[in-house]
């Protein structure tokens, strides 16, 4: 049995179909809102499940920089209640990251072995919650991604989604050629993750699509897999002043996982591909 935290998210829509095997207990808020210890506490009890795969966390990454006490209350204190209570029930715990914890310069990319130093409130928070998994628990494992795509027209609120909306309505866009990331297509990780944790390696991995590319190429690649005329306009990201700051680059590679030899990830480009054909369907 996999119980499931903020199931109801972008990543949370593929969970069914990746863990289509397993017994699933699908939770969100408020009927399992993380921050309530009590919560986690009895509904964990009552599923008694081998593993809990913690998907809660607020996204926002700009509304955790207005709303700190939110941010770590949700993020870290969220993740806390969560470890503690696999602690006591002996459940396997997965924790999503991100690559968002780094903080590099433009071309730079980083392995599990690179420090952590996140810039903003948000990857602060996450990182807290990375912390607090490795002190509490043995059998762990967490996963960095990248940039997540997916959920469709229902659920995607990220760049991907915001993009292919506007290239129904606009002639030009303009996007950031100066930040730097590693797509992750939620589809993907999930399947990663479901082949990782058969091999009982427990730890920390970085589990991204392959390949780092700026917002401007992932633009680009939208509007030629939608065949849309759209020209898609570089500009530097102080066009676009934001709340959080963001490193230049946050791109990750799944450098442990290429090391073990059992990488399972697609190049960002294929990943791009598949969710855009399946748009809205
Ligand atoms: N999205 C990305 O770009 C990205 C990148 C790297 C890592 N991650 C990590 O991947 C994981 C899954 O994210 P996602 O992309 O699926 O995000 P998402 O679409 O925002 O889903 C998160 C889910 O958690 C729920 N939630 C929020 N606060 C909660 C609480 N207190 N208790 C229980 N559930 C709560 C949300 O509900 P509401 O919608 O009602 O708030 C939402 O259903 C998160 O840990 C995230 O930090 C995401």
Same mark, same amino acid.
């Given at each position: 049995m996999i119980l499931v935290t903020g199931a109801n998210g972008m990543v949370g829509s593929y969970v069914?179909?990746?863990?289509?095997?397993?017994?699933?207990? @699908?939770?969100?808020?408020?009927?399992?809102?993380?921050?309530?210890?009590?919560?986690?506490?009895?509904?964990?009890?009552?599923?008694?499940?081998?593993?809990?795969?913690?998907?809660?966390?607020?996204?926002?990454v700009d509304k955790?920089?207005?709303?700190?006490?939110?941010?770590?209350?949700?993020?870290?204190?969220?993740?806390?209640?969560?470890?503690?209570?696999?602690?006591?029930?002996?459940?396997?715990?997965?924790?999503?990251?991100?690559g968002g914890v780094f903080n590099g310069h433009a071309g730079q990319i980083h392995t599990e072995f690179d420090s952590p130093a996140p810039l903003n409130i948000y990857s602060k928070a996450k990182y807290e919650g990375e912390l607090i998994v490795r002190d509490l628990l043995h059998k762990y494992y967490i996963f960095r991604a990248g940039w997540m795509i997916g959920g469709g027209s229902a659920k995607d609120k990220k760049f991907v989604g915001k993009i292919i909306e506007l290239c129904k309505t606009r002639d030009e866009i303009e996007v950031v050629n100066d930040k730097f990331g590693s797509p992750t297509f939620a589809r993907d990780f999930l399947r990663g993750i479901n082949k990782i944790i058969k091999t009982g390696n427990f730890g920390l991995y970085h589990l991204a699509n392959t390949g780092v590319c700026s917002r401007y190429e992932i633009a680009l690649e939208i509007v030629k897999l939608l065949g849309r005329e759209v020209m898609i306009i570089?500009?530097?990201?102080?066009?676009?002043?934001?709340?959080?700051?963001?490193?230049?680059?946050?791109?990750?590679?799944?450098?442990?996982?290429?090391?073990?030899?059992?990488?399972?990830?697609?190049?960002?480009?294929?990943? @791009?591909?598949?969710y855009i054909k399946e748009w809205g369907t």
């Open positions: 069914k179909e990746i863990f289509h095997d397993v017994e699933l207990a @699908l939770t969100d808020i408020p009927e399992m809102d993380v921050t309530n210890k009590d919560l986690v506490f009895s509904l964990v009890a009552k599923y008694k499940p081998t593993t809990v795969l913690h998907l809660a966390a607020e996204t926002n955790c920089e207005s709303e700190i006490d939110h941010a770590f209350r949700t993020n870290a204190m969220g993740t806390y209640n969560v470890a503690l209570a696999c602690q006591k029930f002996n459940a396997v715990m997965i924790y999503i990251s991100t570089p500009v530097s990201s102080d066009r676009f002043p934001l709340p959080a700051q963001r490193a230049a680059s946050e791109a990750i590679k799944n450098y442990k996982l290429d090391l073990l030899g059992i990488n399972p990830m697609p190049s960002w480009k294929q990943a @791009l591909e598949e």
